[in-house]
């Protein structure tokens, strides 16, 4: 095709930054915001819309009347200037008709992204992640507003949170796969361009500070860190993951070796006859076990409709926080927001310990969340005696406290409310891990039993963990997986111990060395 035969589509509809709605290459003018805002909306949302339904949308301080007959207008201003055949309106609704010559970045990303996340990790589909990178030229509707409808800002605001998301992983998925074909120049590129999403994220300033090692700039990888930490410390006040501060000594004492711990790991160069460098900052790949995290998934699918209580068992060092560990992988990629948490030894006593951490967990997956805002007074009071930091102005040295009737589900269920916000957001099912549940206090085991009962109505798994030989058949936790099994919404894995032959694959891995995993 000569480059003169290349026309411009005969409708493009970007969304993925500013908006532009362009006609044979000449951008269309319409008078009113709303315009714009209509079609967003019909463009990302196929099917036919109820008239009323986008009159109130719109218009939610007009009476139906007018909202109407607004809505009226701006459809016919907005058929004429998009052409011919793009709407197809009646009196009950409307539909964008999606055509051979329409583009929309909008759905090109997103069944982009779909399908690089269905592709196989052999044949990642390289080129699909770098056009999908290239769409994205900006957030959602960047810089565009309506100043008159809160529900128009709350749809903007959760589709371009999604679509965020989703470009991390874009970005996560496109540095790994750079680093492990040793362009580490690009690798360096995307990773920057992760952290500009997500300033705060660990595995993007791991990647870019191996990277920067790799590139041979010794000095901007130890620089990267210090960076991370300065962040770290102004927006969330904690110090970085054991794991960056591992990688961080290692890469200034020089001992640095291997692939970005985080990320999907390379396939092994074929290095015959040198066993590789024990890869020491690594977390070892998972070996087995793939019928557990295959379940796990498919519960998590179906969580979004009724939530479920999992629990992984297992006697100590059988693999139930590595497996855990890669369900979470899976579940964040699939875009659902994972609380973490675990019990300690020793701390039975301290009330609530492990349900604080895990809120807390919760609210530094939103820094940028206005608490005081989204939930109501009555449950930011329930809910501070936990955690002081959201106590409300107004009830701050009141000095009330709610002891009476019915205090202690008030108090749950605004801690429950909380939860919802911090993990329901996505529209796939949150995640809550509280591993180690044999050492749980148990005014937190009696909230988790509290809120067992209550997950038919949330989009939820909660996943617990626990050592068989250190939870007694009448453990608290026991009794609720009992109660919860006996309701159908319980799933219990016991772990045993792995296979020869995935034990025999670890070894290799490891060792580098198949004939010593055979011996073995
Ligand atoms: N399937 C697996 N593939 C690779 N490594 C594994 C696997 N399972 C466990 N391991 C490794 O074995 C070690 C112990 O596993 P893990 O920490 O998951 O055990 P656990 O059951 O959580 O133990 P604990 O009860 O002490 O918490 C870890 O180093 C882990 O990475
Ligand atoms: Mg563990």
Redesign the pocket.
């Known amino acids: 095709m000569h480059a003169e035969d290349v026309r411009t589509m005969a409708l493009e509809i970007l969304l993925l930054g500013p908006p532009r709605v362009e006609r044979d290459g000449v951008p269309i003018v319409v008078d009113t915001r709303k315009a714009i805002a209509l079609l967003a909306r019909l463009a990302v949302e196929p099917g036919v819309h109820a008239r009323d339904s986008l009159a109130t949308w719109l218009w939610p301080e007009s009476d139906q009347q007018h909202a109407r007959a607004a809505l009226r207008r701006t459809l016919s201003t907005l058929a004429g200037a998009l052409g011919e055949g793009r709407l197809a309106i009646d009196r009950a609704g409307l539909e964008f008709c999606h055509a051979a010559d329409v583009r929309v970045d909008y759905a090109e990303f997103v069944a982009g992204v779909r399908h690089a996340r269905e592709a196989s990790p052999s044949e990642p589909a390289v080129a699909v992640l770098e056009r999908c990178a290239a769409l994205y030229r900006d957030d959602f509707l960047a810089g565009f507003s309506l100043r008159d409808s809160p529900e128009f800002d709350d749809w903007q605001l959760f589709q371009a949170e999604t679509l965020r998301r989703d470009m991390c992983w874009v970005l996560e998925r496109i540095a790994a796969l750079q680093f492990a074909r040793g362009s580490y120049t690009a690798a360096i590129d995307t990773a920057r361009r992760w952290l500009t999403f997500d300033p705060l994220h660990e595995p993007a300033h791991r990647l870019l500070m191996q990277s920067y090692v790799e590139a041979g700039e010794h000095a901007a990888a130890l620089n990267q860190y210090r960076q991370c930490v300065r962040l770290l410390e102004a927006e969330l006040g904690v110090a970085p993951l054991a794991e960056t501060t591992a990688l961080y000594e290692a890469i200034r004492e020089r001992r640095h070796t291997g692939p970005p711990s985080v990320l999907p790991q390379p396939a092994a160069p074929e290095t015959a006859g040198t066993p590789a460098p024990l890869p020491y900052l690594r977390?070892?790949?998972?070996?087995?076990?793939a019928t557990e995290l295959n379940r796990l998934v498919q519960l998590h699918r179906r969580a979004r409709r009724v939530g479920r209580l999992i629990v992984?068992e297992?006697?100590?060092?059988?693999?139930?926080?590595?497996?855990?560990?890669?369900f979470i992988e899976q579940a964040r990629s699939a875009g659902s927001s994972v609380l973490y948490a675990r019990c300690y030894d020793g701390e039975g006593d301290l009330s609530y310990g492990p349900l604080v951490e895990l809120m807390r967990a919760g609210i530094a997956l939103h820094p940028e969340r206005d608490w005081h805002a989204l939930l109501r007074p009555d449950d930011l009071t329930a809910v501070s005696r936990l955690l002081p930091e959201l106590e409300p102005a107004q009830s701050r040295n009141s000095g009330e406290v709610d002891d009476g009737p019915g205090a202690r589900s008030r108090f749950y269920a605004a801690c429950a409310r909380l939860i919802d916000a911090l993990a329901g957001e996505a529209d796939c099912a949150g995640v809550l891990v509280l591993?180690?549940l044999h050492w749980a206090d148990d005014a937190t085991l009696a909230f988790l039993s509290w809120l067992v009962h209550r997950l038919d109505a949330r989009p939820l798994v909660l996943l617990l963990?626990?050592?068989a030989e250190?939870t007694p058949p009448d453990h608290r936790a026991r009794r609720m997986l009992a109660g919860a099994e006996r309701d159908g919404r319980a799933e219990h894995f016991m772990?045993g111990r792995?296979s020869r032959a995935?034990v025999a694959e670890?070894v290799a891995t490891v060792s580098g060395d198949v004939r010593l995993a055979e011996r073995l």
Do not use: F, N
């Open positions: 977390t070892l790949p998972m070996v087995g076990r992984i297992g006697e100590a060092g059988i693999g139930k926080t590595r497996l855990t560990e890669a591993e180690d963990t626990w050592r250190e772990l792995l995935d670890l």
